[in-house]
């Protein structure tokens, strides 16, 4: 998970990432949230079929749908129980992009403008 995070931390191409299916736990989230906050290119995450992703990641995807550009982010099928919190996160990725917390990231010496698309 750390290799994919600075993949797409570094990224300014790539928008769906879909790695549903691939035994990815708690410690996954927790592992490439650092790595999604303050994206601004990724557009889709789809992490279905997890069952190894439970309760414990929701604050983490909550941060990463309040700071990043991402549009939807598919946690269907993972252990996730309650269609309320399934609910939230699409509710905060309803958020229009100029009224999220976006930080600043910084690539190389150059620090991105947080809220610009590339």
Known sequence: MTSLGELLYDNH???????????????????LLPFLVGNTTLRQLD????????????????????????????IEYTSILGENQQQEIKNILLVPIDQREIPLITVGFVKSAAKIKF
């Open 13 to 31: 191409i790539i928008e769906s990432v879909l790695i549903g299916g691939n035994r990815i736990t708690d410690k996954g989230i927790e592992l």
């Open 47 to 74: 992490i279905s079929s997890n069952k190894g992703i439970t309760q414990k990641s929701i604050p983490a995807l909550f941060e990463i749908a309040m700071k990043s550009y991402l549009e939807t982010i598919n």
